[in-house]
């Protein structure tokens, strides 16, 4: 079983950053891929970027070359870095771990772009 907690989401204005981060517990394994997806209200979750325990890293075009994932092994944490944001961007972000061939989700974070 892994728990995982999301921190970092808030309000800001458009062009503002952000960056948010999860920590993963209850488990003596690193997750072997970690990432983020988020939903808007009235649409689906989606992905926004994923990692790998090596650091190959998967991007959704709306946020390459303004988000960067990384994670730390030793910490089992997955953090996003959010620039240039825009009011599209508003959504609940969510955490995700595999582990096992088992998806993990954390409670999501909430991401408000607006002036």
């Known amino acids: 079983q892994v728990q995982l907690v999301e921190s970092g989401g808030g309000l800001v204005q458009p062009g503002g950053s952000l960056r948010l981060s999860c920590s993963a517990s209850?488990?003596?394994?690193?997750?072997?891929?970690m990432g983020w997806y988020r939903q808007a209200p009235g649409k689906q979750r989606e992905l926004v970027a994923t990692?790998?325990?090596?650091?190959?890293?998967n991007y959704a075009g709306s946020a390459k070359d303004r988000f960067t994932i990384s994670r730390d092994n030793a910490e089992n944490t997955v953090s996003l870095q959010m620039n240039s944001l825009k009011p599209s961007d508003t959504a609940v972000y969510h955490c995700?771990?595999?582990?096992?061939?088992?998806?993990?989700w954390g409670q999501g974070t909430q991401v408000t772009v607006s002036s």
């Open positions: 995700n771990a595999w582990l096992g061939g088992i998806g993990y």
């Open positions: 209850g488990s003596i394994f690193s997750p072997d891929a």
């Open positions: 990692i790998t325990r090596v650091g190959s890293t």
